[in-house]
């Protein structure tokens, strides 16, 4: 493997292989060897698969430094290869935010290469290079950019909610065996059910941020107002329906 070395004010050597002092303590770094890159030609634009987010770093950003997009935040360090390039090599760690999928490289002059990457926030980032170098026949590259990819975690779902009430005659007394009848425009799904003895309803787990009506009937009873359209953010009560005679 290359000696890279890194650009930091102790001017510090790094080698790829085995410990490395970063002015103080040994720590591990490893080579993205595990890591099977793909090759891209110079035409390849948006190296992040389709569904994820797409971080990219411009040549004028890449620096040793925090890098942030509002959604991720990550710690990149540059190296320098052993000819003096000094944008041949990066390591990266994920501050916070969100699980890198891929790391993306383009060189600017016959392509890049893109490593699918299982990189966890808080731990040392592996070594990528843009191209092999000379012990692989290759060359060493100037970076033009990086796409660091990553997916957006999905939002937590919001707990399901239910609805109650109750269908009265006038004088409160409840209306046993009413049909109440509950439409979820969101979805078109209709739920059905029937008061007990006492004029009891209810629906449980129902869809929240979802628009719903419902809806009384009684072969004994009429209802001025039989039906009551609403949002649903959280459990509703007393969502009550009062018979005209």
């Known amino acids: 493997m290359p000696t890279l070395t890194r650009l930091l004010s102790c001017s510090l050597v790094i080698t790829i292989v085995g410990a490395l002092t970063l002015c103080g303590p040994a720590v591990l770094i490893a080579f993205a060897a595990s890591v099977t890159p793909v090759h891209l030609d110079k035409t390849a634009v948006n190296l992040c698969p389709s569904g994820t987010v797409q971080f990219r770093l411009e040549e004028q950003q890449l620096t040793d430094g925090v890098k942030t997009d509002g959604d991720i935040e990550i710690q990149l360090d540059m190296y320098a290869a052993p000819d003096g390039d000094p944008l041949s090599a990066f390591d990266f760690t994920v501050l916070s935010g969100h699980t890198i999928t891929r790391v993306g490289t ?7 290469y893109i490593y699918d990457y299982s990189g966890v926030g808080g731990t040392q980032g592996d070594t990528f ?15 033009s950019f990086i796409d660091f990819c990553y997916e957006l975690a999905a ?6 909610a239910s609805i109650s009430g109750r269908v009265t005659q006038p004088n409160g007394r409840g209306i046993g065996g009413a049909v109440i009848t509950l439409e979820n425009h969101s979805t078109g799904q209709v739920a059905i059910a029937t008061t007990n003895s ?15 009506t419902l809806s009384a009937s009684s072969k004994r009873n009429r209802f001025a107002n039989s039906s009551i359209s609403f949002s649903l953010d959280s459990d509703m009560f007393d969502m009550n329906f009062v018979s005209s005679r």
């Open 155 to 160: 939002l937590p779902t919001a707990a399901p």
């Open 198 to 212: 006492f004029g009891y309803y209810k629906f449980h787990d129902m869809e929240v941020t979802h628009f719903y």
């Open 129 to 143: 290079l843009t191209s092999p170098g000379p012990a692989d026949g290759g060359t060493y590259k100037d970076i």
């Open 106 to 112: 383009m060189d600017g002059v016959d392509g890049g």
